[in-house]
C-alpha cells in the first residue's frame, strides 16, 4: 500500500536551518505530483511546495519563496524540503502528500487535492 514517512523536523532558533525528507512506496514515484503542507494550531493547512517527479517542476508558497527549496531523489523515492532561514510563523507540522493520479502539479494545489499523506513531523522555531 502506499506509504509517506517523514523524518527531519526539530527545534531550531530563527534564522535556522532544517531539512526534511519524505520516504515513498507502494506507487510509481516517477509520475506524480509531491508536496509539503503544513499546519498550525487552530489553522488551516496550507501548502508549502509542490514538485513533480516527471518533470521537476515546482511551485511555492509567497511565504517561503526565496528560503524554501523542494527536491527530489526518484531513484531512492525521496522527497525533500530544504528550510533556511526559518522564522517563528514557520512553526507548525509538516506534512508530506502525493497525489498520484497526475504527474504534473500546474501550481501550488489545495490539500483536498492529494490523495495519500504522511503522519507528519514537528517543526518548532523559537525567536
Known amino acids: 500500500q502506499v506509504q509517506l514517512v517523514e523524518s527531519g523536523g526539530g527545534s531550531v532558533p530563527a534564522g535556522g536551518s532544517l531539512r526534511l525528507s519524505c520516504a515513498a512506496s507502494?506507487?510509481?514515484?516517477?509520475?506524480?505530483?509531491m508536496g509539503w503542507f503544513r499546519q498550525a494550531p487552530g489553522k488551516e493547512r496550507e501548502g508549502v511546495a509542490v514538485?513533480?517527479?516527471?518533470?521537476?517542476?515546482?511551485y511555492y508558497a509567497d511565504s517561503v519563496k526565496g528560503r524554501f527549496t523542494i527536491s527530489r531523489d526518484n531513484a531512492e523515492k525521496m522527497v525533500y524540503l530544504q528550510m533556511n532561514s526559518l522564522k517563528p510563523e514557520d512553526t507548525a507540522m509538516y506534512y508530506c502528500?502525493?497525489?498520484?493520479?497526475?504527474?504534473?502539479?500546474?501550481?501550488?494545489?489545495?490539500?483536498?487535492?492529494?490523495?495519500?499523506w504522511g503522519q507528519g513531523t514537528q517543526v518548532t522555531v523559537s525567536s
Open positions: 502528500a502525493a497525489d498520484i493520479r497526475r504527474s504534473l502539479c500546474g501550481g501550488l494545489r489545495k490539500a483536498s487535492g492529494f490523495t495519500y
Open positions: 514538485i513533480s517527479t516527471l518533470t521537476g517542476g515546482t
Open positions: 507502494g506507487f510509481s514515484f516517477s509520475y506524480n505530483c
